[in-house]
């Protein structure tokens, strides 16, 4: 058969596959271009971003569990002026399209990230994460609530005609009610999910083994929870899903899709295979030859729910 159809269109980006990088795992893609060619992924999803730079919390930062890792890194980052003066002049030398995600501790500054982020040349798109607490709500985090997550979109949307992804947090009861929110405000695609909260103890010391107590959990073990969040968010919007949580292979990759994501996020798996991103990209090709299927399209929400 020819060479299958695995391009994709999110929410107005349009990638040559549905393999995205997940924030905060890739960097600023430029420590990953000795290893293999960028231009071969669907899309880059570059470390968050804020407005002002950001040192993350103290160490220990990461842990290694049960089928994953814990990470308080903290969204350290460089903040919007570095990146745009050190950070984008590369990416802007690449194909793949590029999105920023963007976070903020108010919706004010959610809303001046993206009105200074509009016109910036190379940039396909935005990722909003909600999974932040509002520090004029009492820490609330914006994702938890349907209101604020709402808020928080609409406010963006009010300043950029950039494509908009909300990256949804997994801590609710009912992912679809904040699916259907952030779509209503003006999302053009939503992702899902975000690290799941959660601890680790030194019982020799009987003291927390992240110094920030808590931290997100990704990895292989979150991905049911993230499949199931991810079907029922296919089901509730109109607009795009990307599927994300513990994709470490093309099976996985395969899984998400299948539920009804357009694309997903590659995370986790790049700190255990720098490569697994492309990989991954191989394999759905493989699995469509030798299925003989033309189109990645067919794939996408052709789960069976018949019994027998």
Not at 263 to 271: H, I, M, P, R
Request: charge should be negative.
């Amino acid at each position: 058969m020819d060479e299958p159809n695995l391009a994709v269109e999110v929410g107005g980006i349009f990638m040559k596959n549905p393999v995205m990088t997940a924030s905060g795992t890739f960097g600023y893609a430029q420590e990953f271009a000795s290893l293999f060619d960028l231009n071969g992924l669907g899309g880059i999803i570059v470390k968050g971003l804020s407005l002002e730079p950001s040192g993350g919390n103290p160490p220990p930062r990461t842990i290694e569990t049960c089928g994953g890792m814990l990470n308080a890194i903290g969204l350290e980052n460089v903040g919007l002026e570095a990146f745009v003066q050190e950070k984008l002049p590369f990416l802007q030398t690449l194909e793949t399209p590029i999105v920023l995600n963007i976070y903020g501790q108010e919706i004010r500054a959610y809303a001046e990230l993206a009105e200074r982020i509009q016109d910036l040349e190379g940039i396909a798109g935005i990722e909003i994460n909600i999974s932040c607490p509002n520090v004029k709500a009492g820490g609330i985090t914006f994702g938890t609530d349907p209101n604020m997550a709402f808020e928080v979109v609409k406010a963006v949307r009010e300043k950029t005609r950039l494509p908009l992804i909300a990256k949804l947090s997994p801590n609710v009861t009912d992912i679809k009610a904040i699916a259907r929110s952030v779509e209503e405000a003006g999302a053009d695609a939503v992702s899902l999910i975000n690290t799941i909260t959660g601890m680790a103890v030194d019982v020799a010391t009987r003291r927390p083994v992240l110094a920030n107590i808590t931290g997100g959990l990704s990895g292989p073990a979150i991905k049911p929870i993230a499949l199931r969040m991810v079907w029922e968010a296919a089901q509730a919007v109109h607009v795009p899903v990307i599927g994300i949580g513990g994709i470490m292979d093309a099976t996985d990759a395969l899984e998400f899709l299948i539920v009804g994501a357009r694309a997903v996020q590659v995370g986790t798996a790049n700190f255990v295979n720098p490569r697994a991103t492309l990989e991954i990209v191989e394999g759905l090709r493989s699995y469509l030859v030798e299925n003989n299927i033309t189109d990645i399209s067919h794939i996408i929400g052709s789960l069976r729910l018949e019994v027998g």
